[in-house]
Nanobody
Framework: QVQLVESGGGLVQPGGSLRLSCAASGSIFSINAMGWYRQAPGKERELVASITSGGVTNYADSVKGRFTISRDNAKNTVYLQMNSLKPEDTAVYYC??????????????WGQGTQVTVSS
């Protein structure tokens, strides 16, 4: 069983910063990619940022220049540094990972989500 544990969500003022963490654990042989998605009420879930095990990154246009995704492959952990936060960044943020389990089967795992609220 592969588990994703998220942390770092909370309430922050506009212009402030927040750092999300997501640690993958369990029967993992290798991870291909990890990423962050978000979903606001009444809106579709969207990709915020992703990173491969080789370090290739991808960002949504709305967060480019403000958010930075990084990873520690040795710890199977991905981070999302969020700067210059705006009220429209308010959403539930979900961690995602895909890769290969120790039984040689593929996995595609979601975290349970963490609330990020940007408000005065």
């Amino acid at each position: 069983q592969v588990q994703l544990v998220e942390s770092g969500g909370g309430l922050v003022q506009p212009g402030g910063s927040l750092r999300l963490s997501c640690a993958a654990s369990g029967s993992i042989f290798s991870i291909n990619a990890m990423g962050w998605y978000r979903q606001a009420p009444g809106k579709e879930r969207e990709l915020v940022a992703s990173i491969t095990s080789g370090g290739v990154t991808n960002y949504a246009d709305s967060v480019k220049g403000r958010f930075t995704i990084s990873r520690d492959n040795a710890k199977n952990t991905v981070y999302l540094q969020m700067n210059s936060l705006k009220p429209e960044d308010t959403a539930v943020y979900y961690c995602h990972a895909d890769g290969i389990k120790t039984n040689w089967r593929r996995f595609d795992q979601w975290g349970q989500g963490t609330q990020v609220t940007v408000s005065s």
